[in-house]
T-cell receptor, first 115, second 113 residues
Framework: SAVISQKPSRDICQRGTSLTIQCQVD?????MFWYRQQPGQSLTLIATANQGSEATYESGFVIDKFPISRPNLTFSTLTVSNMSPEDSSIYLC????????????FGQGTRLTVV | AQTVTQSQPEMSVQEAETVTLSCTYD???????LFWYKQPPSRQMILVIRQEAYKQQNATENRFSVNFQKAAKSFSLKISDSQLGDAAMYFC??????????FGTGTRLQVFP
């Protein structure tokens, strides 16, 4: 499995500001994903982070609100822009490795509270 | 569209006893994967067990086993000899090949001493 480091682990932000979440993996991975988990809810896929190109967003999520970067095979960032209290959630980075490409491994998540 | 349903929002079990968490899914595919993930208060999603749809044999991982009924589209998780550390949210998930994971709504498991 891959070891995933996600930062920050939690943050409290003012509405209207932006927060960038980092995801660092200890080995090269094929796929990187970003999920949102709203309070008491299940996980919803935001987008697939593509190395060297624009991320692929799921229905209901747009690049202006959730810009994503993936400059190499081990690192990705998710920015939550112009935040409102509705963005308060846990954001999770997930990866898949070449050896086990049907299994997803997750970071510890970032608990975001917007006030 | 594929969906995953967990009909038990909460379950509880006595330490050392056995508990079964239910999951059903809807798909028209014949080849896919099913997973159970555990999310403790630390928030990290931990893979508990996986099942390939083409395998008839039910997957087992130590105290965790599944009852996979392909025709009924049912995928339940049995936890034997429950431990306090098993207390967590449990999510059932489906994926077709390398498509995106689709998660159920989760079951909160409480373990009492």
């Amino acid at each position: 499995s891959a070891v995933i480091s996600q930062k920050p682990s939690r943050d409290i932000c003012q509405r209207g500001t932006s927060l960038t979440i980092q995801c660092q993996v200890d080995s090269q991975v094929t796929m990187m994903f970003w999920y949102r988990q709203q309070p008491g809810q299940s996980l919803t896929l935001i987008a697939t982070a593509n190395q060297g190109s624009e991320a692929t967003y799921e229905s209901g999520f747009v690049i202006d609100k959730f810009p994503i970067s993936r400059p190499n095979l081990t690192f990705s960032t998710l920015t939550v822009s112009n935040m409102s209290p509705e963005d308060s959630s846990i954001y999770l980075c997930s990866v898949e490795t070449p050896a086990r490409n049907t299994e997803a491994f997750f970071g510890q998540g970032t608990r975001l509270t917007v006030v | 569209a594929q969906t995953v349903t967990q009909s038990q929002p909460e379950m509880s079990v006595q330490e050392a006893e056995t508990v079964t968490l239910s999951c059903t899914y809807d798909t028209s595919e014949s080849d896919y994967y099913l997973f159970w993930y555990k999310q403790p208060p630390s928030r990290q999603m931990i893979l508990v067990i996986r099942q390939e749809a083409y395998k008839q044999q039910n997957a087992t991982e130590n105290r965790f086993s599944v009852n996979f009924q392909k025709a009924a589209k049912s995928f339940s998780l049995k936890i034997s000899d429950s431990q306090l550390g098993d207390a967590a949210m449990y999510f059932c998930a489906y994926r077709r090949n390398t498509d995106k994971l689709i998660f159920g709504t989760g079951t909160r498991l409480q373990v009492f001493p």
